[in-house]
């Protein structure tokens, strides 16, 4: 505390005690009572980083949580944070600030995350094994998803990829090719529209896909048009190419296009 107060009162940074977070070799000198020997600083040639500290807040299931943080987190770090908040979570946390999806090595500044809040979702991934004949059918397939407790997710809503390719109910494992103990990827349909001229186009994507890639292969092929000439609207907000497609936020909405 004794540091703190001294650094409070240099001109040059001016910071007060309580926003400060301090650092020695990547450890964070949190207990204000302790004396630097406590944290074997030595007592010349020593290099301490001081952070500004900063709450935010997460969202999960409707509730908000409060963290605080400090300049120089990353995304990152702020997952195993959150984390270990809600049990030591094996899986990727994705954070979302106003619509955008933020990338793990995004480092959190006071300007653009103090006071925000952060809508977390976790993503959950199984990895589950199916015994098919090659001659069954991409529908018996969904079927045997469908009835998989891990999954339960009724046949219409699934879109199966195999590098890639999305595969058609009709047609046979051996038609794809599929080899044995081959990994095929199952994600939830979305269904949506797009309103061009007062005119409404249904378009049928899936869940992790940008709209980007909605974009370059669904709408602009659709309307003739090249995938720089199309930009999208939801409730009269411009949404970004970078954005994620989930079923919460996407499944049965209607976009304008302008």
Same mark, same amino acid.
């Given at each position: 505390m004794e540091l703190k107060k001294m650094i409070e009162k240099d001109n040059?940074?001016?910071?007060?005690?309580?926003?400060?977070?301090?650092?020695?070799?990547g450890e964070a000198l949190d207990e204000d009572q302790l004396k630097l020997e406590d944290y074997n600083v030595p007592s010349h040639g020593a290099t301490i980083t001081v952070f500004i500290k900063f709450q935010l807040s997460v969202r999960k299931d409707g509730?908000?949580?409060p963290f605080a943080v400090h300049s120089g987190m990353? *995304? &990152? =770090?702020?997952?195993k944070i959150v984390a270990e908040h809600f049990g030591n979570l094996s899986t990727n946390i994705l954070f979302d600030l106003r619509g955008e999806i933020l990338h793990p090595d995004v480092v959190l500044t006071p300007v653009k995350f103090e006071y925000s809040e952060l809508s977390a979702s976790f993503p959950k991934w199984w990895i589950c094994h199916y015994e098919m004949w090659v001659g069954a059918t991409i529908m018996e397939l969904k079927?045997?998803?469908?009835?998989?407790?891990?999954?339960?997710?009724?046949?219409?809503?699934?879109?199966?990829?195999?590098?890639e390719q999305a595969l058609e109910d009709q047609l046979r494992i051996e038609d794809y090719q599929i080899p044995s103990n081959a990994t095929v990827s199952l994600?939830?349909?979305?269904?949506?529209?797009? *309103? &061009? =001229?007062?005119?409404?186009?249904?378009?049928?994507a899936h869940n992790g896909m940008k709209v980007r890639d909605l974009i370059n292969r669904l709408i602009a092929p659709?309307?003739?048009?090249l995938s720089s000439q199309v930009m999208l609207?939801?409730?009269?907000?411009?949404?970004?190419t970078d954005m994620v497609l989930r079923t919460s936020k996407f499944d049965g909405c209607e976009l304008d296009l302008v």
């Open positions: 040059a940074i001016g910071m007060a005690a309580e926003m400060q977070e301090l650092h020695f070799n509730v908000s949580y990353t *995304v &990152r =770090d702020l997952e079927k045997k998803i469908e009835e998989d407790i891990a999954f339960g997710l009724a046949v219409e809503k699934q879109e199966l990829l195999f590098n994600f939830t349909k979305i269904r949506l529209s797009v *309103v &061009r =001229d007062g005119v409404s186009h249904p378009f049928v659709h309307f003739g048009m609207e939801l409730n009269g907000e411009i949404i970004t």
